[in-house]
């Protein structure tokens, strides 16, 4: 699996298609990643000491790999992810802009 924790993803199909949002978990066994606003399910929650008051809380669920594409910020446009060799050292790229991908650090 290409797409790594902290990477900005787009949507690219499914009922959230056109969002981006950055990644908050990956799951390479079930190829599943979750993205953050995107997804959201509402879970019914018992009060607990934690939680006195319980409620319905809402949250991400994990959706396919296959629906979503590496985003480049700069140019705005959504590619799938490459490789390049600069200085001895392997570089993740989106292969539309050709920029390097850039993980936001959690």
């Known amino acids: 699996m290409k797409i790594k924790k902290g990477d900005k993803v787009q949507v690219i199909a499914g009922k959230d298609k056109g969002i981006t949002g950055d990644v908050l978990a ?3 066994d079930k190829n ?3 993205v953050e606003g ?5 879970k019914h929650v018992r009060p607990s ?6 409620g319905i809380m809402s949250q991400e669920a994990p959706i396919d790999a296959s629906n979503v594409m ?3 910020t700069r140019k705005k446009v959504a590619g799938r992810v ?3 060799f600069e200085g001895g050292k392997k570089i993740r790229i989106n292969k539309k802009s050709g920029n390097e991908i ?3 650090k959690r």
Do not use: H
């Not at 995107?38 to 509402?42: D, F, M, Y």
């Not at 000491?49 to 319980?54: A, D, I, W």
């Open 26 to 28: 990956v799951y390479p």
């Open 32 to 34: 599943k990643v979750v």
């Open 38 to 42: 995107v997804n959201i399910l509402k």
């Open 49 to 54: 000491q934690l939680n006195p008051e319980g």
């Open 70 to 72: 590496v985003y480049d």
């Open 82 to 84: 490459g490789y390049r």
């Open 102 to 104: 850039k993980t936001a």
